[in-house]
């Protein structure tokens, strides 16, 4: 139970709460919460990236929130956006032109909590609709964590179904048949065998003719049938710890039919539970359907980190202009788990030259990431381009000065040679390579010892400074390349950026995600430690 002080604040701010929603109104027509969302857009100290990419037959993009360098809950947001698209690219249709939008809203923020629900809405294919989910992060433990850890345990689960499956019956006048999905499931079991249901989790009251004489007029036996078909299908509670991140993920699984999947706190500080209006028999011409959990009834079912995350909700939607971004949670980090993804990393050797600026606008079309691995010697003349590099979210990479080969240099030599290239990226982009690839991929023990770099080799090499065949580099780039591959190219060859066009198409469109270097191997990378790539075998 949330102490008196917590359920003072939720008065107050529930109070200034309805008054700040439009159209908010006391009465209504069928039960209704107003739930507690708020777009990016209007949070001007929050950043959010869109990565959109439009080609002929297919369009897809999505936005999601940075929330601080290489932040959890931005992680993971971004792979479950990523991993989604890649299944939307892989499924396409041989016609139309489909389109896949992901989109991210806060439903709560505080220091302690925040939470996220992200949409994918799909268009142009026979199984277009919107998906949804929820997402919490937990300062404490630094856990990303569903929505089940918002609650006691599994009790508390089932108790929260048969809230909601009341306020359907009493509200929209259904029996426990026309009860959707699982609340349907949960209500009949609960009706059939009324010891089934857990302790404080009360079931919806019987009709009067519906309570006596079961077992004389046979109804005693369609009870134990739709008992057991109920028990079948509906998740039973168990002993799961959802205070235990494992425990809570596995919970969300076996519950994973639950419209509570879809859940937000009500401006009164109840909970607000979002259902298709089609599910909903007497909805109507309802455009959506939002079913209230009174906060008495929350209260009882709620975890610590249900109670910290109501709070942060309420009082973020009392006043917005609280949240705990101040404009300062901009630098990104690796925000995409590519364990978990198609990803690869498309290199660059031997710039910055006349043709890297072109090259540039062919992955700007695709919202690429690349990483160059450039001469000191020409980051000189070539300085607009190294910015322009840099600003576009592009990684450099030190590639020497002059492209010697580093087993003919001396320890001093490899560390003179690569401090000085070090100095000249970083005076024009703030920022020193991180990563290190010699020329020739020539290496020894010297070599390895003499830098703090991680040396970056390559599993595909598509040979284009001995082709200058353009049709041949593109091809080999899209036959050799799997998730975690290392793509070497040199942009320093008109042919090579004349493949990139191709290779970006024919890459996008099998689901890959072009990332850096950097984020491509992670927290993989070691000083002196040679990579060639990041395959997940």
Same mark, same amino acid.
């Given at each position: 139970?949330?102490?008196?002080?917590?359920?003072?604040?939720?008065?107050?701010?529930?109070?200034?709460?309805?008054?700040?929603?439009?159209?908010?109104?006391?009465?209504?027509?069928?039960?209704?919460?107003?739930?507690?969302?708020?777009?990016?857009?209007?949070?001007?100290?929050?950043?959010?990236?869109?990565?959109?990419?439009?080609?002929?037959?297919?369009?897809?993009?999505?936005?999601?929130?940075?929330?601080?360098?290489?932040?959890?809950?931005?992680?993971?947001?971004?792979?479950?956006?990523?991993?989604?698209?890649?299944?939307?690219?892989?499924?396409?249709?041989?016609?139309?032109?489909?389109?896949?939008?992901?989109?991210?809203?806060?439903?709560?923020?505080?220091?302690?909590?925040?939470?996220?629900?992200?949409?994918?809405?799909?268009?142009?294919?026979?199984?277009?609709?919107?998906?949804?989910?929820?997402?919490?992060?937990?300062?404490?433990?630094?856990?990303?964590?569903?929505?089940?850890?918002?609650?006691?345990?599994?009790?508390?689960?089932?108790?929260?179904?048969?809230?909601?499956?009341? +306020? #359907?019956?009493?509200?929209?006048?259904?029996? !426990? @048949?026309?009860?959707?999905?699982? &609340? /349907?499931?949960? %209500?009949?079991? *609960?009706?059939?065998?009324?010891?089934?249901?857990?302790?404080?989790?009360?079931?919806?009251?019987?009709?009067?003719?519906?309570?006596?004489?079961?077992?004389?007029?046979?109804?005693?036996?369609?009870?134990?049938?739709?008992?057991?078909?109920?028990?079948?299908?509906?998740?039973?509670?168990?002993?799961?710890?959802?205070?235990?991140?494992?425990?809570?993920?596995?919970?969300?699984?076996?519950?994973?039919?639950?419209?509570?999947?879809?859940?937000?706190?009500?401006?009164?500080?109840?909970?607000?539970?979002?259902?298709?209006?089609?599910?909903?028999?007497?909805?109507?011409?309802?455009?959506? +359907? #939002?079913?209230?959990?009174?906060?008495?009834? !929350? @209260?009882?079912?709620?975890?610590? &980190? /249900?109670?910290? %995350?109501?709070? *942060?909700?309420?009082?973020?939607?009392?006043?917005?202009?609280?949240?705990?971004?101040?404009?300062?949670?901009?630098?990104?980090?690796?925000?995409?788990?590519?364990?978990?993804?198609?990803?690869?990393?498309?290199?660059?050797?031997?710039?910055?030259?006349?043709?890297?600026?072109?090259?540039?606008?062919?992955?700007?079309?695709?919202?690429?990431?690349?990483?160059?691995?450039?001469?000191?010697?020409?980051?000189?003349?070539?300085?607009?381009?190294?910015?322009?590099?840099?600003?576009?979210?592009?990684?450099?990479?030190?590639?020497?000065?002059?492209?010697?080969?580093?087993?003919?240099?001396?320890?001093?030599?490899?560390?003179?040679?690569?401090?000085?290239?070090?100095?000249?990226?970083?005076?024009?982009?703030?920022?020193?390579?991180?990563?290190?690839?010699?020329?020739?991929?020539?290496?020894?023990?010297?070599?390895?010892?003499?830098?703090?770099?991680?040396?970056?080799?390559?599993?595909?090499?598509?040979?284009?400074?001995?082709?200058?065949?353009?049709?041949?580099?593109?091809?080999?780039?899209?036959?050799?390349?799997?998730?975690?591959?290392?793509?070497?190219?040199?942009?320093?060859?008109?042919?090579?950026?004349?493949?990139?066009?191709?290779?970006?198409?024919?890459?996008?469109?099998?689901?890959?995600?072009?990332?850096?270097?950097?984020?491509?191997?992670?927290?993989?990378?070691?000083?002196?430690?040679?990579?060639?790539?990041?395959?997940?075998?």
């Amino acid at each position: 139970m949330a102490d008196t002080s917590l359920r003072r604040k939720l008065t107050v701010s529930a109070a200034l709460g309805l008054l700040l929603v439009p159209g908010c109104s006391a009465e209504q027509d069928l039960p209704y919460a107003e739930a507690i969302q708020l777009s990016p857009d209007t949070l001007e100290g929050l950043a959010t990236r869109t990565v959109a990419v439009q080609v002929d037959h297919s369009a897809v993009s999505y936005r999601y929130p940075i929330l601080g360098e290489s932040h959890p809950l931005t992680t993971e947001v971004r792979t479950r956006m990523a991993e989604r698209q890649t299944a939307f690219l892989e499924e396409l249709p041989d016609h139309g032109r489909p389109e896949l939008v992901q989109d991210v809203e806060l439903l709560a923020a505080s220091e302690d909590v925040i939470g996220v629900r992200t949409s994918a809405v799909t268009s142009g294919v026979r199984e277009g609709g919107t998906e949804t989910s929820t997402l919490w992060y937990d300062s404490a433990s630094g856990e990303v964590l569903p929505w089940t850890s918002l609650f006691r345990d599994e009790s508390a689960l089932e108790a929260a179904h048969l809230a909601v499956a009341r +306020v #359907l019956r009493d509200g929209y006048q259904l029996s !426990a @048949e026309q009860l959707p999905g699982l &609340l /349907g499931k949960i %209500a009949q079991r *609960a009706e059939a065998d009324p010891d089934s249901v857990s302790a404080g989790a009360s079931g919806p009251e019987r009709e009067p003719d519906q309570d006596t004489g079961a077992e004389a007029d046979g109804t005693g036996a369609r009870d134990a049938e739709a008992r057991e078909d109920a028990d079948a299908e509906a998740p039973t509670p168990g002993d799961a710890d959802l205070a235990d991140p494992e425990q809570a993920w596995e919970a969300a699984e076996r519950w994973a039919e639950s419209p509570l999947a879809d859940l937000a706190f009500s401006t009164a500080g109840g909970l607000a539970v979002r259902m298709d209006p089609a599910d909903v028999p007497n909805a109507g011409r309802s455009g959506e +359907v #939002l079913l209230p959990v009174e906060p008495e009834e !929350a @209260e009882e079912v709620l975890s610590e &980190l /249900g109670y910290h %995350a109501r709070g *942060a909700a309420v009082g973020s939607n009392a006043d917005p202009g609280d949240f705990p971004f101040d404009g300062t949670l901009t630098a990104e980090g690796n925000t995409l788990d590519c364990e978990r993804l198609k990803c690869v990393a498309l290199t660059f050797d031997d710039g910055p030259g006349e043709y890297t600026e072109e090259l540039l606008d062919h992955l700007g079309e695709y919202d690429a990431r690349a990483t160059f691995y450039v001469l000191g010697s020409l980051v000189g003349e070539f300085p607009e381009v190294v910015e322009r590099t840099h600003a576009e979210g592009h990684e450099m990479g030190n590639h020497t000065w002059k492209h010697d080969d580093l087993t003919t240099l001396s320890a001093d030599g490899v560390a003179k040679d690569l401090e000085r290239t070090d100095q000249a990226v970083q005076e024009v982009t703030g920022e020193a390579p991180p990563t290190l690839r010699p020329p020739y991929g020539a290496m020894n023990g010297t070599v390895s010892d003499a830098t703090e770099h991680p040396i970056i080799l390559w599993d595909v090499d598509t040979m284009d400074w001995q082709s200058r065949d353009t049709s041949a580099v593109a091809e080999h780039a899209l036959s050799e390349t799997k998730q975690g591959s290392v793509v070497l190219f040199h942009d320093i060859h008109q042919s090579s950026v004349d493949a990139i066009p191709d290779v970006l198409e024919g890459l996008h469109d099998q689901g890959f995600h072009f990332v850096t270097v950097s984020e491509i191997f992670g927290d993989g990378l070691r000083p002196g430690e040679t990579h060639t790539d990041a395959r997940v075998e």
